[in-house]
């Protein structure tokens, strides 16, 4: 991630559940978790078991990656002598790393310090005068510049001028992202605190790799140590395919959170502005919203007596947690005026990201919209599956619901559970998902109820990031035919499986990892492995043209196929329970349904001839492909007539159209089976 785009994520609304960067000592890594970390994380890996010289020498690649991913601090001639050493010296790094030496990885985060320090002696040289550099930014915002975007093509400046500019342009790109957000004048009146905010972000990113606090001062050893430990675990496993991660404990909560929909915390959303830290939102019904107590707008002065003026923001979040106290103290400013106020902690369930439904109506009844974010399963019942269901219950009571349209456009995945459940409810009972292990073993996930919570025209709605368990509802119910996926020609292409002890009950705190140890396929014996889900009606969105999937990452796994499952030999039943499955699932199968394929020419012409004819779709596509194509050349097109964003959902009306289409025919089809022959005479 560039810089300037970390720091504007740093800088605008983020929860406060953001997880303390050093809780204890026992938390801590030391150089022997190198070991032992990558060992559990081998052990389940689906495609290796240990370390090689290949992975090894990825890792130095990955280890200057992970720190200067957009190239703004290191040139081509620090970076070589690591990334291209030969086969000689990486056999004799393998056996040092083979007898824990871990020496390279200090010789490389030397060369980052060295960076560092290089990138903050200039970066003084070019904030001496901050209102010229406000003042070159607002006339190009006036202008109507879109903000810089560097043209690094993928590798490291050649030379110390280059580097240079490259430093210079994203300090730019980052004031002309303020002005955006907040304004022009918002910031141009504010010129030193505008840069350095940009500073102190910077610099907290950075100290991260000088082992340093806040003040330039040294960490005591023991954190250095873990901090350079995470490092190294970060570049060593993600080399071992696209998924595999090592996190530190922020990311680690962030993903907890996300994943469970549930902290403890205060309910603030807090903001990083020019002047300072302000109240953005208010978590409802937790115990910040409840006490009534705080408002928007507020201004954070000090927390605890403790003065949050001049700390990076990110410190300021991870010193909310560190807090164990059940009470937090705020001072505050509220129309210019100092107030002083306690919130307690509690439990929070976020409904950000869960299910959103609609309706529009249609003939006799209503066709309904169900916008599902991501996979998740938390406290007190919170998850996907509930979520959906109730949206398809409270539909229903709104009038006769005769067709569903289940977005997952933006849906990248979650637990692979409630994906199965999600599934289950548009199905009677039979395989949804079979995960294929490292070992050649297998595990069949079922639905195993016969309580389908829709059964009428269903329309899947995709893109190119739609992906992981968001994928298996949509390849499942393709498989059975139950449903019609409608969107980009395919989706993002995630058909792995990963383990992850984070949402763990006894999660080892100081080493959280995800890891790929699997395949998954769903009944039909396919996998969208790197290949998506393909679309039975394509209906372009804003990512069709976009190089986006697991094709275009490093390290993909390849994809296969198993045997389709449809009639369920309950290969993975025991004996013991085989009758009952016997019983109470076998009979209750799903079966593959023809219903819509039969009808797919005529749906498929339907749609493309209404996609041909609608003006704003293909003005639409025009300004999709134009962008796709600034993107892959990096520079500005200005004969772009019209962003892609200021256009209405024309891909949701088209699946809606497509629904219509859909009752239409079943309620031709159920006509002319009503109409029975009069039997002849006898």
């Known amino acids: ?14 929860l406060l559940y953001s997880c303390e960067l050093f809780a204890g000592q026992a ?27 290949q992975t090894l020498k990825d890792s130095f690649t990955t280890f200057f990656e992970q720190f200067d991913p957009h190239h703004i601090y290191l040139l081509r001639g620090e970076v070589a002598p690591f990334t291209n050493m030969n086969n000689v010296d990486m056999t004799a790094l393998l056996e040092q790393y083979k007898h824990n030496d871990y020496s390279i990885y200090k010789k490389i985060n030397l060369v980052v310090e060295q960076a560092i320090f290089r990138a903050r002696r200039y970066r003084k040289e070019l904030e001496v005068d901050p209102t010229h550099l ?130 403890e915390g205060l309910g603030l959303l ?50 909310l947690r560190e807090k164990n106290t059940p009470v937090v103290a705020l001072d505050i400013m509220r129309d210019d005026k100092p107030m002083h106020v306690q919130l307690s902690r509690g439990q929070i369930t976020l409904n950000e990201g869960r299910v959103e439904s609609s309706f529009e109506k249609y003939d006799n009844g209503i066709i309904g919209e169900i916008t599902l974010h991501m996979f998740y399963q938390g406290a ?37 559970t409630q994906a199965v459940q999600v599934a289950s409810l548009f199905i009677s009972s039979g395989v949804v998902v079979i995960s294929k292990y490292a070992d050649g073993s297998e595990e069949f996930f079922r639905d195993l109820e016969d309580k389908e919570a829709y059964s009428g025209p269903l329309v899947i709605l995709t893109s190119r990031e739609t992906a992981s368990a968001a994928e298996i509802v949509a390849q499942s119910l393709q498989d059975y035919g ?31 990892f995800k890891v790929t140890v699997g395949r998954y396929y769903t009944v039909s014996g ?14 372009p969105s804003q990512f069709s043209f976009m190089r986006i999937g697991e094709e275009y990452l490093d390290h993909p796994i390849r994809p296969d196929s198993i045997d389709p499952d449809y009639n369920d030999q309950l290969a993975d039943v025991s004996s013991a329970d085989k009758g009952w499955y016997l019983k109470h699932y076998t009979p209750f199968l799903q079966h593959k349904m023809d219903t819509w394929a039969n009808s797919l ?82």
Do not use: C, W
Request: proline share 4%; no cysteine; glycine share 6%.
């Open 1 to 14: 991630m560039k810089l300037k785009n970390v720091l504007s994520i740093l800088s605008t609304a983020a």
């Open 27 to 53: 938390d801590l890594l030391q150089d022997q978790d190198i070991n032992t970390v990558m060992q559990q994380i081998l052990g389940q890996h689906v495609g290796q078991n240990e370390i090689n010289k």
């Open 134 to 263: 406000l003042e070159q930014t607002k006339r190009e915002m006036n202008g109507g510049a879109p903000p810089y975007q560097l043209d690094v093509n993928g590798v490291y400046a050649k030379d110390i001028a280059e580097l240079q500019k490259r430093i210079r342009l994203d300090v730019i790109s980052y004031l002309q992202e303020e002005m955006q957000r907040f304004g022009i004048a918002e910031v141009m009146n504010h010129p030193q605190k505008a840069i350095d905010l940009y500073e102190s972000n910077a610099r907290a990113f950075e100290n991260t790799y000088l082992f340093t606090n806040e003040a330039g001062s040294p960490l005591p050893f023991a954190q250095q140590r873990s901090l350079f430990v995470t490092h190294i675990l970060k570049s060593l496993s993600s080399n071992l395919d696209s998924h595999t991660r090592f996190f530190d404990k922020a990311e680690a909560y962030d993903m907890k959170v996300r994943l469970e929909k549930g902290y």
């Open 270 to 319: 807090l903001q990083q502005k020019i002047e300072g830290i302000f109240v953005s939102g208010l978590i409802p019904d937790g115990p910040a919203a409840k006490s009534g107590s705080i408002k928007v707008n507020d201004q954070i002065v000090a927390i605890d007596g403790d003065a949050v003026e001049g700390k990076n923001f990110k410190d300021v979040l991870v010193g």
């Open 380 to 416: 007190n019942g919170v998850s996907s599956e509930n979520d959906v269901r109730q949206a398809i219950t409270k539909l229903k009571s709104q009038g006769n619901l005769k067709g569903l349209i289940l977005d997952l456009r933006d849906n990248t995945g979650g637990f692979l």
């Open 482 to 512: 139950v449903a019609l996926i409608v969107g980009d020609e395919h989706t993002y292409g995630k058909g792995t499986i990963q383990s992850q002890n984070i949402t763990a009950e006894n999660t080892d705190t100081a080493s959280p």
């Open 526 to 539: 396919k996998t969208p492995q790197m290949q998506g889900v393909k679309a039975d009606i394509v209906v």
């Open 601 to 682: 020419p005529t749906l498929k012409k339907n749609s493309a001839t209404r996609i041909a004819q609608n003006k704003d779709y293909q003005r639409f596509l025009l300004a999709i492909k134009q962008e796709s194509e600034e993107d892959a050349s990096g520079k500005g097109t200005v004969s772009r007539n019209v962003p892609p964003e200021s256009f209405d959902d024309l891909q949701m009306q088209e699946a809606v159209n497509i629904v219509k289409d859909m009752i239409a025919l079943q309620s031709q089809k159920q006509a002319s089976a009503a109409v029975t022959p009069a039997s002849p005479n006898q």
